[in-house]
């Protein structure tokens, strides 16, 4: 029981750090794209911020997972 228990914190304890390690990795690229346009990735390819101007000269933003196996195998 106690074995079973220890695992299944163990699993839970890598996902929490797994998911504050992307969420980190978002803000550094948001926030470190400085005024240049273009797409930035993070973690092995896995995560990307993509900011493009469109026709009124504002900066739109995207993000999201390009690859899950990046993520993974971190």
């Known amino acids: 029981m106690k074995a079973a228990l220890?695992?299944?914190n163990s699993?839970?304890?890598a996902m929490l750090l797994t998911l504050a390690?992307?969420?980190?990795?978002?803000?550094w690229l948001m926030f470190s794209s400085g005024e240049g346009t273009g797409r930035h990735e993070t973690?092995?390819?896995s995560v990307f911020f993509?900011?493009?101007r469109d026709g009124?000269?504002?900066?739109?933003?995207?993000?999201?997972?390009?690859?899950p196996v990046g993520l993974v195998s971190v």
Do not use: P
């Open 56 to 67: 009124g000269g504002a900066i739109r933003g995207q993000m999201g997972v390009e690859n």
């Open 11 to 13: 699993v839970v304890g």
């Open 43 to 45: 973690l092995f390819g």
């Open 21 to 27: 390690t992307v969420v980190m990795g978002l803000l």
């Open 50 to 52: 993509e900011a493009t």
């Open 6 to 8: 220890l695992v299944v």
